[in-house]
């Protein structure tokens, strides 16, 4: 497999990335905390194809979740690009932006994040509302959603009467709900056990095996990384400095 994440010096470099699903051109992000300006992000460039199950592992401050959240659209580069399907995100107006992360790329989270009043079904059911599904139809494709990550049995049920892995079933659903062409984890197994955790890693790879679901996945799980993932990215102080795809 080519080596698809690396930091590119070369000018030359945009024709490596005529293939990718999803594409950071020496990115870099930089933060202002006080008088000092502290980099976030330095000058990443990385590409992911359609299909591919890509894990970034590094310290706490490498950059890892920033860079997540740069091509999820949650932040902007300071300098540098994103793009989605060869078209960058800098240009998009609010609206556009806000229809990408609904409808392009899913997210989960190491803490669930889902609605503690809302049953199962109804947490999923909420992203297919913002998607524009009604009635009947977003009842079933919920049903549908949460059969496929094992949770036929739980559509009544609160996160509070869910297990953690159970929960995190539930997130996963909700981010798949208007059918992304990306998922973006951020350390989604960091609050379940590590059986649970081989659980929803084996689930989110049958899913890229099966439906050419693209994931990338902050981990600091060095085991499952290499036990799921196509290909490992390490980050350092802001840079990649290894693919060990």
């Known amino acids: 497999m080519p080596v698809l994440i690396r930091v590119y010096p070369r000018e030359s470099a945009a024709s490596e990335f005529a293939m990718s699903l999803l594409e950071a051109r020496k990115v870099s992000k930089l933060y202002q905390m006080g008088t000092t300006s502290v980099t976030a992000l330095d000058d990443v460039s990385l590409s992911i194809k359609e ?73 999923v059911g909420l992203a297919l509302a913002f998607g524009g599904l009604r009635g009947n139809q977003r009842r079933r494709r919920a049903e549908e959603l949460l059969d496929r990550v094992g949770l036929a049995d739980r559509l009544t049920h609160r996160p509070s009467e869910l297990s953690g892995g159970e929960q995190q079933r539930v997130a996963i659903a909700r981010a798949l709900a208007n059918n992304p062409k990306v998922l973006l984890a951020d350390e989604p197994t960091g609050n379940v056990d590590s059986t649970r955790a081989h659980e929803l890693l084996a ?42 795809g």
């Open 51 to 123: 299909g591919e199950f890509v894990s970034i592992q590094g310290t706490s401050g490498s950059g890892k979740s920033t860079l997540l959240n740069m091509v999820g659209g949650l932040d902007h580069p300071s300098t540098g690009d994103v793009f989605f399907n060869a078209k960058p995100l800098a240009p998009l107006s609010k609206n556009e932006m806000a229809r990408y992360r609904r409808f392009s790329v899913g997210m989960i989270f190491q803490n669930f994040n889902l609605i503690p009043t809302m049953t199962a079904a109804e947490n």
């Open 203 to 244: 689930l989110l790879r049958e899913m890229v095996d099966n439906d050419s679901l693209t994931i990338l996945m902050v981990t600091h799980d060095r085991e499952l990384a290499t036990s799921f993932s196509d290909r490992i990215v390490l980050m350092k102080d802001g840079r990649v400095i290894k693919d060990e």
